[in-house]
């Protein structure tokens, strides 16, 4: 079984400045992906990130990157410069080869400005 | 990535009754997935929606509560039975568009409230 955990249900940030979403998680996989969700009020479910679990580096789009630690199956998602657009849900995903998507609880962004 | 579209959009129902959501893609895909959301929770997988043949169901959903159709590559239906209040949700479709990841990408989602 995998399981991913999100310890933070809310967090807060002030607009331009940077603010770090904590996610772990757990598989006896050695061939797996991590993603990160945003789900604005809109409810539409948009891909943010995704990581390779066999790349060392970590992935960066634009404002968004992560830092994937394999050995503690921690995989945090940085927002640079945030906006008031960003604020949302944001969730963190696991999939293993032949398993299902596995979502944590997800973390509540408020961008204030 | 991939372009899905869902129908409708949200809905009011009355116990008892169905409703079918209606999930369209603009490329042709291999996997088709639907999932529920319920109030303040996170996404859980109903089902695999396999292109001709039965869907195939997580633990906790039977096909006698939530008929999946998957006619083609392209679209797939979510029936809703006999609805209570607790199948209030949002209830996504989502593709895997690249299976070289096997990234998902989802609908907007249906929001669905039964009274």
């Known amino acids: 079984a995998q399981t991913v955990t999100q310890s933070q249900p809310e967090m807060s940030v002030q607009e331009a400045e940077t603010v770090t979403l904590s996610c772990t998680y757990d598989t006896s996989e050695s061939d797996y992906y991590l993603f990160w969700y945003k789900q604005p009020p809109s409810r539409q479910m948009i891909l943010v990130i995704r990581?390779?679990?066999?790349?060392?580096q970590n992935a960066t789009e634009n404002r968004f990157s992560v830092n994937f630690q394999k050995a503690a199956k921690s995989f945090s998602l940085k927002i640079s410069d945030s906006q008031l657009g960003d604020a949302a849900m944001y969730f963190c995903?696991?999939?293993?080869?032949?398993?299902?998507?596995?979502f944590g609880e997800g973390t509540q962004l408020t961008v204030n400005p | 990535s991939a372009v899905i579209s869902q129908k409708p959009s949200r809905d009011i129902c009355q116990r008892g009754t169905s409703l079918t959501i209606q999930c369209q893609v603009d490329?042709?895909?291999?996997?088709m997935f639907w999932y529920r959301q319920q109030p303040g929770q996170s996404l859980t997988l109903i089902a695999t929606?396999?292109?001709?043949?039965?869907?195939?169901?997580e633990s906790g959903f039977v096909i006698d509560k939530f008929p999946i159709s998957r006619p083609n590559l392209t679209f797939s239906t979510l029936t809703v039975s006999n609805m209570s209040p607790e199948d209030s949700s949002i209830y996504l479709c989502?593709?895997?568009?690249?299976?070289?990841?096997?990234?998902?990408?989802f609908g907007p989602g249906t929001r669905l409230t039964v009274l």
């Open positions: 490329s042709q895909v291999t996997m």
């Open positions: 990581q390779e679990a066999y790349k060392q």
């Open positions: 989502s593709v895997e568009a690249d299976s070289s990841t096997d990234t998902q990408y």
């Open positions: 995903a696991l999939y293993a080869s032949g398993s299902r998507l596995t």
């Open positions: 929606a396999n292109q001709g043949s039965e869907a195939t169901y």
